[in-house]
C-alpha cells in the first residue's frame, strides 16, 4: 500500500510540474553575439523579440524555432537570465553561384535551377543539398537516364564574407531505351489495339526524334491509366494495370511488361434514380431515354459520365441550386446494377478560387475551364469535372485541387494547384506504296505563349503536290466554350504529264461549338489565291481554265456526334452536313455541299460493323467548276481503285466530277488472327460513282456505278505499320483504273 502511495505522490508532482506556467521574467536588454551579416535590428524583427516584455521558456523556445525558420543561422544558442537575454548565432554562409558540371543544355540547366530548393544569394544549408541531389537524379531520371551520379562541392570566395560556389558534379550516365514491350495475363484483348492505348513507344531507328522511347515514371502511371479506362470503357469492370521493367543485361534497354488482369466482361442491367422529396421527380423524367438506350449494353464510366451530364442541364435548365448527385454501382453476377441519387447538398457557396503552380500559363486560361466561380454555389461534382477539363488540356503534368473554409462556415475557398509540363511536339513522318512516296514534317505547341493557344505547322511533299501550312487554335475563344481556328495553307500540284500546274493558297477563320447536345456547329470564311499555268501539252479545255483567280467564301458545318468514343468506336453514329458559298469571286464562282454519315456497332467481341456514306457536290454559279475545284472521291471511301483515277477524263487526264457518292460497308475481325501475328483484319463492300464535266458535254456525263469487295489488313511491324488492301472490283467505267493490290507504308517519329 505504502508502495502504491509513493507512485502516486510521484506522478502528482510531475503532473504539477510540468502543468504549472514556468515563471515568466521581463526582458530589459538583449545582446547579439556572432552575426556578421545579419544586423541586431533584423534579427530583433525575425525573432519577434520585445524589450519590456515578460518571457517564459516556452516563449524564449518560440524566439529560437523562428530564428532557425529564417535559415541565415547554423547555429543558435540563448541565454536568458536577470532580464538579459544573450542570443550567439553562427551565420550560414551564402551561396555566390551554383554550377552544374556536366550538363551543356541551357534549356536543361534552367529547368534545374528552377526545381532546385537552394538558390543563388540565398543561405547554404547542407540538409537541402542532399534534397537537390535527389532532385537532380529524379529529373535525369524522368529524361530516361537511370544510373546518373551527383556530386555537390563547395568552394570558399576568396575576400567574401562568408560566400561559397556550390558546384554539383553530374554523370548522367547511358540513357536507357524501351527495347520491347509486352503485354501479359489475361488481357483478352490484342497485343496491337493496347499498344495504340499507351503513350510510351519501343525505341525504333527511326524514332530518334521522340522522347517516348525513353523510360518515364510518370509516362508509365498515364499508360497504366490509359490502359485502365480503355477496359473500362469496353466493360471490364475489374481490369487491374500492373507494370514493370527489367533492365536487358546482355543487350542495350529496357524490357518494359505491362500485367494485365481483364477479369469479367460486364453489362449494365438495370438504371435507377433515387429523387429527394424536396425536388419535382417530373424534372429529371426525360433521363429515362438514356436509361433506355443504355440498359443491356457494356458497362462504361463513360455512359455513366453521359447520364451525369444530362441531369447537370436538367439541373441548369430548371434552375436549381445546391443540388449533388452521385452514383452507385452494385455488381449482381455479370450485371452492374446503377442507381443515380439526386438530393438537396448544403447551402455552401464559393468564396475565392486561387490558382497556384502557373508559372508560364495564365490565371486566365486555367479559370476558363473551371465550371465554377466565385459566388456560384459549391460543387463537388462540378469541381471535379473542372479538373477533369484541366487534365485533358494536356498542358499539364498534374492537377490538384485544395477545399478550405473560407470567412464563415457556409462559405469555401478553392485552391487549384497544376504543375507544368513541356508543351512543344515535333514528329516526322515517311510513306512509301503503289500510290507513291509522300514524307511530312509538323512542329506542334499546345501552349503558345502561355495563353492556351494550339500552334500547328506541317509540311507534306509527294511525288506531285507540295503542302504546308500554319494553323492557330484559341480552344475556349473569349471564355465562351468555343473553338476559334485560323490559318493559312498552301498547295502545289505539278502534273506535266497533263501539261499544267495548279498552286492554290488559303487564308481561313473559322469557329466550332456545341449548339444543342451532340450538335456541334462550325462557320468558317476563307480568302483562297488560285494561279493555274498550262503548257502547249494541255488540253484546250485546261488552257481555258488557265489564270489567277481570288475567292471569299463562307462555309458551315453542322454535325451530330453520338459514338461512344471517337478513336475506335463500338457504337453510335456521326451525321455531318458542310456547304461553301461564294460571297466574292473574280470568275467561275461555286457552290460546294457535302453529307457524310458513319455509323458503328459491335455484333460481337469478334465482329465489328461499320457504315460510311459520303456524298458530295460542286455547282458553278456562272461559267464552269475551276480544277482545282472539282471532287475527287477519297481513296479510303473507294478502295479497288488508283487514287484520283476513276471518273471523267479529259486529254488522258482524270479531272473529277461535279458529284460523288460513295458507301462502304465494313466488318472489323479483332480477333481473326492469332496476337502473336500482330495483324488487324476487316472485310469491305465499297461503292461509288464519280460523275459530269460541266466544261464539256461530252465528258463524264455518263454515270457509272464502281464496286468492290475485298479485304484489309493493318500490320505492326519492326519499321512502322503496313497496310495492304486485297481488292477485286465488282463494277467500272472503261476509263478507271483499277488496283487488286495496295499497300502503304510509313510511320511518325
Known amino acids: 500500500m505504502q508502495k502504491i502511495f509513493n507512485i502516486l505522490h510521484i506522478v502528482l508532482f510531475i503532473f504539477i510540474f510540468f502543468m504549472l506556467p ?25 525573432g519577434e523579440i520585445e524589450k519590456n516584455k515578460d518571457y517564459s521558456q516556452e516563449e524564449i523556445n518560440i524566439i529560437i524555432k523562428n530564428l532557425y525558420d529564417t535559415k ?124 495504340d492505348v499507351i503513350a510510351t513507344e519501343e525505341a525504333k531507328f527511326w524514332k530518334f526524334i521522340s522522347r517516348n522511347i525513353y523510360l518515364n515514371n510518370q509516362r508509365i502511371e498515364l499508360d497504366k491509366r490509359l490502359l485502365k479506362n480503355y477496359y473500362l470503357n469496353k466493360g471490364y469492370y475489374d481490369a487491374e494495370i500492373l507494370s514493370s521493367n527489367v533492365f536487358i543485361k546482355d543487350k542495350e534497354g529496357i524490357e518494359l511488361t505491362f500485367n494485365i488482369n481483364a477479369g469479367q466482361r460486364y453489362r449494365i442491367k438495370k438504371i435507377s434514380t433515387s429523387i429527394d422529396p424536396v425536388f419535382d421527380k417530373k424534372i429529371f423524367k426525360t433521363l429515362e431515354n438514356d436509361f433506355k438506350k443504355f440498359a443491356g449494353t457494356y458497362y462504361s464510366p463513360f455512359k455513366i459520365t453521359k447520364i451525369l451530364e444530362s441531369i447537370d442541364e436538367l439541373i441548369d435548365d430548371n434552375e436549381l441550386q445546391f443540388v449533388t448527385h452521385s452514383v452507385s454501382e452494385t455488381i449482381d453476377g455479370k450485371f452492374v446494377d446503377l442507381e443515380f441519387k439526386i438530393f438537396e447538398g448544403p447551402k455552401i457557396v464559393v468564396e475565392r478560387i486561387n490558382i497556384q503552380g502557373n508559372t508560364v500559363t495564365n490565371d486566365s486560361v486555367i479559370r476558363s475551364e473551371l465550371i465554377l466561380d466565385e459566388g456560384d454555389p459549391y460543387s463537388k461534382i462540378k469541381l471535379d469535372k473542372s479538373i477533369s477539363k484541366l487534365r485533358s488540356r494536356n498542358i499539364f503534368k498534374k492537377v490538384n485541387y485544395r477545399v478550405s473554409d473560407g470567412s464563415s462556415k457556409d462559405v469555401k475557398v478553392m485552391d487549384i494547384i497544376v504543375e507544368e509540363m513541356p508543351t512543344g511536339e515535333i514528329a516526322a513522318g515517311a510513306g512509301t506504296g503503289t500510290d507513291g512516296t509522300t514524307v511530312s514534317f509538323s512542329l506542334t505547341e499546345n501552349n503558345y505563349l502561355g495563353k492556351g493557344l494550339i500552334v500547328d505547322t506541317s509540311l507534306e511533299a509527294s511525288e506531285s503536290a507540295l503542302r ?40 481561313n477563320i473559322g469557329t466550332r461549338f456545341e449548339q444543342y447536345d451532340d450538335i456541334f456547329l462550325s462557320p468558317s470564311l476563307e480568302l483562297s489565291f488560285d494561279d ?45 452536313f458542310a456547304q461553301t458559298l461564294p460571297l466574292y469571286v473574280e470568275e467561275n464562282s461555286s457552290v460546294f455541299n457535302r453529307f457524310t454519315l458513319s455509323k458503328y456497332h459491335s455484333f460481337s467481341e469478334n465482329v465489328l460493323g461499320a457504315f460510311k456514306f459520303y456524298a458530295a457536290g460542286v455547282v458553278a454559279v456562272e461559267d464552269d467548276v475551276r480544277l482545282s475545284k472539282r471532287i475527287h472521291i477519297p481513296s479510303k471511301r473507294l478502295r479497288g481503285f488508283e487514287n484520283r483515277k476513276v471518273g471523267p477524263v479529259d486529254s488522258g487526264d482524270y479531272v473529277g466530277g461535279n458529284y460523288a457518292l460513295a458507301m462502304n460497308f465494313e466488318a472489323a475481325l479483332p480477333n481473326l488472327l492469332p496476337d502473336a501475328t500482330q495483324t488487324d483484319v476487316a472485310a469491305f463492300l465499297d461503292i461509288g460513282n464519280l460523275w459530269h464535266v460541266d466544261y464539256d458535254s461530252k465528258i463524264g456525263q455518263s454515270s457509272t456505278i464502281r464496286s468492290a469487295v475485298g479485304i484489309a489488313t493493318n500490320v505492326y511491324t519492326p519499321i512502322g505499320p503496313l497496310n495492304f488492301v486485297f481488292a477485286q472490283d465488282l463494277s467500272s467505267a472503261e476509263s478507271d483504273t483499277t488496283q487488286q493490290f495496295k499497300f502503304q507504308i510509313g510511320t511518325s517519329f
Open 72 to 195: 541565415f543561422f547554423s547555429k543558435i544558442s540563448i541565454n536568458f537570465s536577470n532580464g538579459i537575454l544573450k542570443i550567439n548565432v553562427e551565420e550560414n554562409p551564402i551561396i555566390n553561384s551554383i554550377a552544374l558540371q556536366g550538363e551543356a543544355t541551357k534549356k536543361f540547366t534552367k529547368a534545374l535551377l528552377n526545381f532546385m530548393t537552394l538558390k543563388e544569394k540565398s543561405s547554404f544549408i547542407k540538409n537541402d543539398v542532399k534534397k537537390d541531389v535527389e532532385i537532380i537524379k529524379e529529373f535525369y531520371n524522368q529524361l530516361g537516364y537511370y544510373s546518373t551520379n551527383v556530386e555537390a562541392r563547395t568552394v570558399e570566395v576568396k575576400g567574401g564574407n562568408n560566400l561559397l560556389d556550390l558546384i554539383f558534379i553530374i554523370d548522367k550516365g547511358k540513357r536507357e531505351k524501351i527495347t520491347k514491350i509486352f503485354f501479359i495475363g489475361e488481357k483478352k484483348i490484342k497485343t496491337k489495339r493496347l499498344r
Open 468 to 507: 504546308g501550312g500554319i494553323s492557330i487554335i484559341n480552344p475556349n475563344y473569349n471564355f465562351s466554350g468555343n473553338t476559334l481556328e485560323y490559318g493559312l495553307s498552301s498547295k502545289k500540284t505539278d502534273r506535266p504529264n497533263s501539261g499544267y500546274e495548279n498552286t492554290l493558297t488559303q487564308l
Open 22 to 46: 514556468s515563471k515568466a521574467e521581463k526582458l530589459n536588454k538583449i545582446v547579439i553575439l556572432g552575426n556578421e551579416r545579419i544586423s541586431d535590428e533584423t534579427l530583433i524583427v525575425y
Open 532 to 576: 493555274m499555268t498550262v503548257d502547249g501539252t494541255a488540253s484546250e479545255r485546261l488552257k481555258k481554265q488557265a489564270g489567277s483567280f481570288t475567292d471569299l467564301s463562307f462555309g458551315y458545318g453542322v454535325e451530330k456526334d453520338t459514338r461512344d468514343r471517337r478513336f475506335m468506336p463500338t457504337s453510335g453514329s456521326i451525321l455531318g
